[in-house]
């Protein structure tokens, strides 16, 4: 499997460009986020060593423990539901949180990063299919928790960040990506204080070109560069 990881890193990152120029956008707009989730550190330093940068994962101890162990030029994206009482773990390590869908939750990351000393950057997840069982808040409540999220010190919204459902097809989840990008804009001209709505986190493995194509500034691509996940192994 020696080169596996490079060949797919370069095919998605040739897939990203070709999606950029069918969109007419500039390919340096779009950041791939190697989501290593469940992978062993040889292999993200394999990525790494291609010139991968930015790493996602979606468990505090995790993304902990492998921050720890690789280069410290790495961008990790906390991209996976947060737990309030972990947020002390991680506040400092995580370049970006993506999962923030609750004033709770972003007034512990606003406590934490101020005992530290910092500013923590983060997205506001959005449940842009209404799916039950996905977190996010629902599209007509997220400029109202962004104003209230805006107050809090400490802490700075970069933007938005949807999971789209698991589909076969991936023009089927086209609208939602729209309705994300569409959402940044309409809560981009409202001009809120502290509020900076460059951000869009959308696609994965299955669908990541539709979302650059739809506007995305972060795609997540786990399967396609590393491989399946295989759960019991870990
Ligand atoms: C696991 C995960 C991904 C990557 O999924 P793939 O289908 O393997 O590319 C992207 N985003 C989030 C939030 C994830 O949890």
Redesign the pocket.
């Known amino acids: 499997m020696a080169g596996q990881i490079r060949e797919n890193i370069r095919q998605t990152e040739a897939n990203i460009r070709e999606a950029c120029v069918r969109a007419g956008r500039d390919s340096q707009e779009v950041t791939l986020?190697a989501?290593s989730?469940t992978k062993p550190v040889a292999m993200l330093q394999e990525a790494y060593d291609c010139g991968c940068r930015h790493f996602?994962e979606?468990k505090v101890q995790e993304l902990a423990e492998k921050y720890g162990q690789l280069p410290k030029d790495i961008k990790w994206h906390m991209?996976?539901h947060l737990q309030r009482n972990k947020v002390k773990y991680i506040v400092d390590k995580a370049y970006l949180i993506?999962?923030v869908d609750s004033l709770r939750l972003a007034e512990e990351i606003s406590k934490e990063a101020g005992k530290k000393g910092i500013t923590a950057h983060i997205l506001v997840e959005v449940n842009i299919a209404r799916e039950e069982t996905k977190f996010g808040i629902a599209k007509e409540e997220a400029e109202e928790l962004i104003r209230e999220i805006a107050k809090l010190p400490s802490l700075r919204v970069e933007g938005l960040?949807a999971?789209a459902p698991y589909v076969e097809n991936p023009e089927k989840n086209r609208q939602y990506f729209e309705d994300l990008y569409h959402l940044s804009v309409d809560i981009k001209e409202k001009n809120i204080d502290n509020i900076n709505m460059s951000v869009l986190s959308m696609g994965?493995?299955?669908d990541?070109e539709v979302a650059v194509e739809e506007g995305a500034t972060y795609v997540?691509?786990?399967?396609?560069?590393?491989g399946e996940?295989h759960y019991d192994a870990v």
């Open positions: 986020i989501v989730k996602g979606n991209i996976g993506h999962s960040m999971i994965m493995t299955g990541y997540r691509v786990g399967t396609g560069i590393f996940r």
